[in-house]
């Protein structure tokens, strides 16, 4: 008895101990954010809830901790779920795929869909991944109850051919609903639970004509971000339409699911009305016609600018890909000053890296030689683009490059380090020739100032090659020509 009574004592002395309950759930929660699923986020939760008696206590009489419903819950945890979260909003997640044997059995999803719907009023997030005919009609009557604090809701198929264009998603009351997430199933999008979206997302589809997306977007003039994966138009009105506004739309990402993707991009765009800050991003992995759409791409965001203001820009930032995702990430582009321009070109390589700064090169009436900044990351691609006679020439026909990042290739390249591009040459000679080297002059002085302008070199690296990238630092320290 002593010995226990000692042992809490020195339990409640822990710093952690002492937190106050709320700053102690806030740990807790920020802990959570990084699981996606909800099946890891309730394995974390019953972690954390064995260390003590103090946590145990605290998780349990923290309902917004039991927010999350997950269809791989069974028949007791659900229950349990649903008890501690008192009358808290819920985000509700369900995966039913067909050759997915890890899935809940019929009976469990079943079971959970019953229990779920009587919180219909709770609900404040919907995601559904379908797919397992059994349960489909279940799901019909469930998109048919009345969620009057729903916010958001996703709802993907494996394949495009669910149809409900015979559901009145939640009778029409949904007030607070502001993001949809579409994937393969078919509604009628004219419906109440369509408009007035802050967020639209439509993944896989094939829409009889583009004026059932434009008219979507007419009923939603608050909107912010659209995102089009993969999808097509079976038919292209003759006549005139007249463009829908989105004066709020900051984010527009477009990927159409045909091989020559220039001409349905240039149709779509030409009735989007967006503000200028308004950033585009384009999947070129479906598109034979690449260089067209880069073109169709930079003509709109150009055009929303005027004259004066792209005179004005005066800093550049392109990153090829991102290391932190695999395959590499997008190649970004930001053009900044009195306004800004951005972008991203995803599933690209090399060349058509290559053709994006072509276009930046060329575009009129911007006057990249008198950019004050320009930041170049050349990603997990450094040692193709180096290599690359088309894309440092391109890179000369710019202003001097200022700040260079070096990153380690990721992932299925890992095999290839930076610091292995610079393996038996002079690694200031690639740099040079890549980013400092002048545009075509016979001015010494003016080649000298050029050389001088890179102002700051950075190399991000993993921990298990960071001893030979050493290397690779200690000879760029000791070079004149960069300042940090």
């Known amino acids: 008895m002593e010995r226990s009574t000692n042992t809490a004592r020195r339990s409640d002395v822990v710093p952690i101990h002492q937190l106050p309950f709320e700053l102690l759930l806030y740990v807790f929660q920020q802990s959570f954010r990084s699981y996606r699923t909800n099946k890891q986020y309730y394995r974390e939760i019953f972690r954390l809830s064995r260390v003590c008696k103090h946590w145990n206590l605290v998780i349990q009489a923290s309902p917004q901790l039991w927010s999350k419903v997950t269809g791989y819950a069974t028949v007791a945890a ?173 984010d527009l990402s477009l990927d159409f699911s045909v091989n020559f993707m220039g001409p349905t991009l240039n149709r779509v765009l030409q009735h989007i009305q967006a503000p200028p800050h308004c ?23 150009l055009e929303r600018h005027s004259k004066a203001t792209l005179e004005t820009l005066e800093h550049l930032e392109l990153r090829f890909g991102h290391c932190v995702s695999e395959p590499p990430g997008p190649f970004d582009f930001t053009l900044s000053g009195s306004s800004s321009i951005k972008g991203s070109f995803r599933f690209g390589g090399p060349r058509d890296y290559c053709q994006v700064v072509t276009c930046i090169a060329e575009a009129r009436p911007l006057s990249l030689t008198r950019l004050s900044f ?29 700040h260079l990042e070096l990153e380690q290739e990721f992932g299925y390249i890992e095999t290839n380090p930076v610091f292995r591009i610079f393996r038996g040459m002079d690694p200031i000679k690639a740099l040079v020739q ?26 991000y690296t993993k921990d298990s090659w960071f001893g030979e990238t050493e290397i690779l630092v200690e000879a760029l320290r000791e070079e004149h020509r960069i300042a940090q």
């Open 78 to 250: 659900l229950s349990n779920i649903l008890e501690l979260g008192s009358s808290y909003p819920i985000e509700v997640e369900c995966t039913v795929r067909r050759y997915n044997r890890s899935q809940p059995s019929r009976q469990q999803v079943l079971h959970f869909f019953k229990t779920v719907g009587y919180t219909a009023n709770r609900w404040r997030s919907l995601a559904l991944e379908l797919g397992w005919s059994p349960v489909i009609d279940v799901i019909r009557s469930i998109l048919q109850l009345e969620a009057p604090d729903l916010q958001i809701l996703i709802l993907k198929d494996e394949e495009p051919r669910l149809d409900f264009s015979q559901v009145e998603l939640f009778r029409g009351t949904s007030p607070k609903l502001k993001s949809v997430t579409v994937g393969g199933v078919y509604f009628r999008w004219s419906q109440p639970a369509f408009k007035g979206l802050e967020t639209l997302c439509l993944e896989r589809l094939k829409l009889d004509s583009i004026e059932i997306l434009l008219d979507m977007l007419r009923d939603c003039p608050q909107l912010r971000s659209l995102d089009v994966k993969r999808c097509d138009f079976l038919a292209y009105p003759s006549r005139e339409i007249p463009q829908v506004s989105l004066p709020y739309l900051a």
């Open 279 to 301: 950033a585009l991003h384009i999947d070129l992995a479906h598109a034979r016609d690449r260089m067209e759409v880069i073109k169709v791409s930079f003509k709109w965001l």
């Open 374 to 402: 320009i930041s170049l990351n050349l990603g997990p691609f450094i040692h193709e683009l180096l290599c690359n006679d088309g894309f440092t020439d391109q890179l000369r026909r710019l202003s001097p490059i200022t």
């Open 434 to 459: 890549a980013a400092i080297e002048p545009p075509l002059s016979s001015n010494t002085i003016a080649v000298e100032t050029h050389w001088r302008t890179l102002e700051r070199v950075a190399i």
